[in-house]
């Protein structure tokens, strides 16, 4: 695509993809390269509204998996409209913690929807806002679970049955093997700097702009 590209990051609760986000971040920025860090669910105010409601409201406990697929397209289509587009024609880099592929493996993978219905909402809610790379970090159930451990606030994602996370998983291995052009799959047990380090090689590979941009910020550190 021309400009910068719209970069993803997926994969299940305590996989370390948002602590890649804010690394990623810090590296467009010491390279002088425009970006914007959004997330899912949020990222607007009606965004922020929905997430609030999706994992942390005392009435969301009784939520089905239908409305919460509804609530999370919701989200997702006021994101794309309002912040990912404007930003991608403006020439800035997107970086987002998750987008669609997580609603097609938590509610249809692992709440079971039918998927050809989460398939056909998700393409309502992005239109032709599709990332350029996905990143999905995996990591196994006792891995993601011993990070969620750390003190925060209670997210009801985080609160799911060991065999919901297995097939939050599974789902995200199977849609990998179909999309194996967008996503790439890194180990999740490995060092933040190991992760990083492998993120950033893939996206110069990938993208020239980016590629550019750190052969110039190389040659400066070396003057």
């Known amino acids: 695509m021309a400009g910068m590209p719209f970069i993803t990051f997926e994969g299940s609760e305590g996989c370390g993809k948002s602590t890649q986000v804010q690394l990623l971040a810090t590296h467009l920025k010491i390279l002088g390269v425009p970006f914007l860090v959004t997330r899912e669910p949020g990222g607007t105010a009606i965004g922020e509204s929905i997430r609030e409601l999706l994992q942390f409201a005392p009435q969301s406990v009784g939520m089905t998996p239908e409305t919460e697929l509804l609530l999370f397209e919701a989200s997702r289509s006021q994101l794309v ?22 609603t097609t493996v938590y509610q249809g993978a692992a709440r079971k929807l039918d998927r050809k219905v989460v398939r056909q909402l998700n393409a309502f809610a992005v239109g032709d806002c599709v990332p350029d790379i996905t990143f999905l970090l995996d990591v196994d159930l006792e891995t993601a679970r011993s990070r969620m451990q750390q003190p925060r606030r209670p997210d009801r994602m985080e609160q799911q049955t060991v065999e919901f996370y297995e097939q939050v998983r599974d789902g995200y291995q199977e849609l990998a093997k179909w999309q194996r052009d967008r996503i790439v799959v890194i180990k999740g047990w490995q060092s933040p700097h190991d992760i990083e380090k492998e993120i950033w090689e893939t996206l110069v590979k990938r993208f020239p702009e980016l590629a550019a941009k750190s052969e110039i910020e190389n040659r400066k550190s070396k003057m």
Request: glycine share 4%; aromatic share 10%; hydrophobic share 40%.
């Open 81 to 102: 409209r309002e912040v990912i587009k404007p930003a991608l024609e403006r020439g800035e880099c997107v970086i987002a913690d998750r987008f669609f592929d997580s």
